[in-house]
């Protein structure tokens, strides 16, 4: 049983650019959250897809966006790169249960920006 | 979501217990407490969670407090493998988005 899986593993980019970055979900699962997490720092939650929506928003500018696809599968959208966008990018996976739904995160995906 | 408290930093002994202690005194009813740990730079990686009740499994075990105040993972017989940042986390049972703080470095050693 395949876990949550990210693409790429590392990346880099410079100022002004646009990047996507890619999230299967763990077998079973419907519901993607992303995060960022930045040296030294926990992960903060950038938003969460579910039924192919944006349900939850955490404090990110509209520069990131997201979408979901109908097998559940993820991207995360950067526009217009700056400096402090580098950091490691988690994607994690549910199932959306209408209780206690357990987060099981991917590797993660580090971008830097030059 | 209610905001959590761990110590910066721990050392254990290896084949010791390692208890990591979680303050979350402004949890409310329908919060659980998450815990996850992250080896250098991996994704987090799902330890155990629970409402009230102490919790077991083949990692660890979560003591929570009667008010709910607080909680303590346990981790029985750690290994230099247990070397990673802990996180507790305290979420609503929905929707839930994770806050996660800095954690606490485990540092087990030999």
């Known amino acids: 049983d395949a876990g949550v899986t990210q693409s790429p593993t590392h990346l880099i980019k410079t100022r002004g650019q646009q990047v996507t970055l890619r999230c299967s979900p763990k077998s079973g699962h419907d519901t993607v959250s992303w995060y960022q997490q930045a040296l030294g720092q926990g992960p903060q939650f950038i938003f969460q897809?579910?039924?192919?929506?944006?349900?939850q928003r955490g404090n990110f500018p509209d520069r990131f966006s997201g979408h979901q696809f109908p097998n559940y599968s993820s991207e995360l959208n950067v526009n217009a790169l700056l400096l402090g966008d580098s950091a490691l990018y988690l994607c994690a996976s549910s199932y959306k249960t209408g209780y206690q739904e357990t987060q099981y995160f991917g590797p993660g995906t580090r971008l830097l920006v030059l | 979501d209610a905001k959590t408290t761990q110590p910066p930093s721990m050392d254990c002994a290896e084949g010791r217990a390692a208890n990591l202690p979680c303050n979350h005194s402004t949890i409310s009813g329908n919060e659980y407490v998450y815990w996850y740990r992250q080896i250098h730079s991996q994704g987090p990686q799902y330890i155990i969670h629970g409402l009230k009740n102490n919790e077991t499994n083949e990692m660890a075990s979560l003591i929570i407090t009667e008010d709910r105040k607080s909680s303590t993972l346990i981790l029985p017989h750690a290994t230099l493998r247990d070397t990673a940042v802990y996180y507790c986390?305290?979420?609503?049972?929905?929707?839930?988005?994770?806050?996660f703080g800095t954690g606490t470095s485990l540092t087990v050693i030999p």
């Open positions: 897809y579910y039924e192919e929506e944006e349900r």
């Open positions: 986390i305290v979420t609503r049972y929905t929707g839930n988005q994770f806050y």
